[in-house]
């Protein structure tokens, strides 16, 4: 365009014709349309590139996020987790969009320009461009500093968002220690330590602007003087004097422009970082090359050969050897910490042992694919966890293929169908976030109808009627006499109430197996089982009286 208008100058200054006016207007128009036509492309194809880009990285990120271990989630906070996958994900892809959209445009208009610049006049040229050095330099200084301080803004950001979400997660014990203030207070302390961090950012790219206006208008100076001297010189024509400063102008945005690309690119860059941290981080449970297929149907036969587990340098298990024969129901008692769900977890491959074998119909559960394993275990933890759905999607969740007749029947063997008559929509009624309008032993009862539904080979019952009293305890095992039987069944407990009619007992204590035996024979030993015993039939009277 800049070329048209100094052509056009050039030819009504020589000789004024109406015609030539609206030849060159109209080809400026053409020339406008054109431009305004590839400018739209352009944004359309870079921007809808960065939301397919946005979209690949948020599914492998939350793919990679579920495949993770649970040795990860034990060292990285869910708050900072969330920042990564959302805040940092939105800055890559506005370098990835805005920015290399912004980047081609500029670098293609100063290549163009410069071009056609250095045709008309050299040594103007390189005048008007004696300030680009300086740019440079700048950009590389500010583009630095930017990207340690916004690397510094985001573990803020993520501390913030760990702080709400612990504060949300635990507001029951918040109020129950009057502790709303206090927990406002800390907030309001994080939060103004990240509003000063991004006012220091600020101030650092508030002075970044006004160094490129300034390099800029320096260059305008040059130009102006320069290329006036040419054209009092005869050098060069009034249309290439015009045509100079229309390409100066036209290098006005994609000089603010640059500086603006670096900001992007560099918070970019800090915010890839960090979500390839996440990325880069490896499962230690992971199936074989060549899994073994699982016997059909499993028996459910259990070895333990020798196994140890340590987390770092803690042991949780000592070379534990033991046998679960299938289709009994075995109990494993002992004190908190012994190392019982430790024990449990290593049956699903939750963890893998350091050392020693676990078995499964004599084949070492890591030849087995984790998942196909995991299918034909039903598994209830210490801690359970309900989504914020339908009771009876909750109690379906994992069993895709489960009618309401079979979830019915499967909460009615987990004592749970009473209270769900008592909901206003029964099964369809919708719990809160965690299931926080359930209470404890609800929630149990919730996760044990979800295994039961799984019509599991193996059973395993991790402490899983801790939360109700031993009148619906009772009624619950005896509802789930008929789940049992056949079927490989493992429970935990501190109760003996829970565990005395197992087929066998162990009893854990520091990682080791202290005592083994029926409720009787263990009764007899007068070892810590039936220490246990007494205390809890003296608690039994106590409460009779």
Partial sequence: MPLVIRAGIDSITTSFSTTAVFRFAGLLLALSAVKGLFQYWMRLILVGISRDVEYDIRNDFFAQLVRLDSGFYGRMRSGDIM????????????????????????????????????????????????????????????????????????????????????????????????????????????????????????????????????LIGLTFLVVLWAGGMRLLEGSITIGSFVMFQTYMNMLIWPMIAFGWVINLTQRGVASLDRIGEILDQKPTIVAPAAPRPLPSPLEGRIEFRDVTLRYGAAEALHRISLEISAGKTVAVVGHTGSGKSSLVSLIPRLHDPTSGVVAIDDVDVREFDPQALRERIGFVPQETFLFSTTLAENIAFGVKSATREQIEEAARKAGLDVDIAAFPDGYDTVIGERGITLSGGQKQRCAIARAILRNPAILILDDALASVDTVTEERILRSLEETMAGRTTILISHRVSTVRNADHIFVIENGRIAEQGSHDNLVRQRGYYADLYEKQLLEEEIEAA
């Fill in 83 to 214: 920042a990564r996958a959302t805040n940092d994900l939105n800055q890559v892809r506005m370098m990835l969009g805005p920015g290399v959209m912004y980047w081609c445009e500029t670098m293609f208009l100063f290549l163009c320009a410069a071009s056609i610049m250095l045709t008309v006049d050299w040594k103007l040229t390189l005048l008007a461009l004696i300030p680009a050095p300086l740019v440079t330099v700048v950009v590389l200084y500010y583009g630095r500093l930017i990207h340690e301080r916004f690397e510094k803004i985001q573990a803020m950001f993520s501390d913030i968002s760990s702080r709400v979400s612990e504060s949300l997660s635990s507001v029951r014990l918040l109020r129950a220690f009057a502790q709303e203030n206090a927990e406002v207070t800390r907030f309001g302390r994080l939060n103004k330590e990240y509003v000063d961090a991004n006012v220091d950012l600020a101030w650092k790219t508030g002075l970044f602007q006004p160094l490129l206006q300034a």
